[in-house]
């Protein structure tokens, strides 16, 4: 196959990550017969230096002209104190609702040799961690109205929550679908003790439900699932949840596997054009020190080659490769601990490598 990726290097540590990870995927092009070209995107902190807007519309197109998109990370304290618009967060934000990417897949998956690595117990790692956050990405609150106004003397400001059926209804189905490919069980996050959207969340899961007779389906308050995902991970297969909640329960499942660094993502919606990226921030306190874990990113290359090519085979091949690299003490200082071998970001690309 003939691919055109898309590469949004970004900040901090966004060009080395994804560096190693380009470097995987030309190894696989290689050795499987295919082509991809790279289209470099600037987007984030960079694009704000080199265009004044943290996505211009001309880098916006690049990626909608692609098969896929691979991104690093953004941001950093260079930008903090730009207004809301300008920041290179504003970036991202602007890519998922410019590409239609509705759909935010993070799994939540504790690699066995880095079980010691869990800030939990032991005896709650034991029982295994492995569920997948599908977070709304492109609605709620992110994408509300923002104001601030003065209002009898003093600043008040305001963000609003709109959720519609339809929005709902369409990430609402991707639960129940992953659901049916997993081990079936469904558990919607919302806070419908409180708040409207949460209870037309529930209505149109309600609705939906009959549809998916084989999937044993839940709710509950973000609140409680907070602390169930540290409690008893080992509880949840998929969660299904709005755009906020979304993001603080994947960041929060993301570090009781050991390693934010270790966990890739994937956002789609109704085409195969995806944007890939892993979850982790610009970590700019050691941009350029070659100490970045690329495991997030090379797998979320993997997750490009199986949800936007159908490459099934080239991304167990990577997958396979990475659980190899660990099984021989292989770490970053991410995720480093006693009788393992310390080794750079560069390393970690070589070690993967080795192993394709």
């Not at 929005?167 to 806070?191: H, N, P, Q, S």
């Not at 350029?288 to 993997?302: D, F, R, S």
């Amino acid at each position: 196959m003939n691919k055109n990726i898309a590469v949004i290097r970004g900040d901090g540590i966004g060009p080395e990550i994804v560096g190693q990870a380009i470097r995987v995927l030309d190894k696989i092009a290689q050795q499987y017969g295919h082509s991809f070209t790279y289209t470099e995107v600037d987007m984030g902190g960079c694009a704000i230096d080199k265009w004044g807007e943290p996505l211009p519309k001309a880098q916006l197109d690049k990626c909608l002209a692609s098969d896929s998109v691979l991104l690093g990370a953004v941001g950093g304290p260079k930008w903090e104190g730009m207004e809301g618009s300008k920041r290179p967060e504003k970036g991202l934000l602007s890519l998922r609702a410019g590409m239609g990417l509705y759909a935010n897949n993070r799994p939540a998956k504790l690699w066995p040799q880095l079980a010691d690595a869990s800030p939990l117990k032991p005896s709650i790692v034991a029982k295994g961690i492995d569920f997948i956050v599908v977070r709304e990405l492109i609605g709620g609150v992110y994408f509300g109205e923002h104001k601030t106004e003065v209002v009898n003397g003093e600043k008040v400001a305001t963000d609003v929550m709109p959720y519609s059926e339809h929005e709902i209804e369409r990430i609402g189905r991707i639960g129940f679908e992953t659901a049916m490919k997993r081990r079936k069980k469904l558990c919607c996050v919302d806070k419908a003790n409180v708040l409207d959207t949460s209870r037309l969340w529930r209505a149109v899961m309600h609705r939906l439900q009959p549809e998916y007779p084989e999937v044993e389906y839940s709710e509950m308050f973000v609140d409680n699932a907070a602390m169930q995902i540290c409690k008893d991970p080992s509880q949840f297969d998929v969660i299904v949840t709005e755009n906020m909640f979304g993001d603080i329960l994947s960041d929060e499942a993301s570090m009781i596997t050991g390693s934010i660094g270790m966990i890739p993502s994937s956002s789609l919606g109704e085409g195969t054009c995806g944007l890939y990226e892993p979850i982790h921030g610009s970590a700019p306190d050691i941009a350029g020190q070659n100490k970045a874990n690329p495991i997030g990113t090379i797998l979320a290359a993997a997750m490009m080659l199986k949800y936007s090519f159908d490459m099934d085979a080239e991304a167990a091949a990577i997958e396979a490769a990475v659980n190899r690299v660990l099984d021989k003490g292989l770490r970053t200082g991410d995720c480093m601990a006693e009788g393992c071998t310390l080794v750079t970001c560069t390393g970690m690309g070589d070690a993967v490598l080795a192993e394709l």
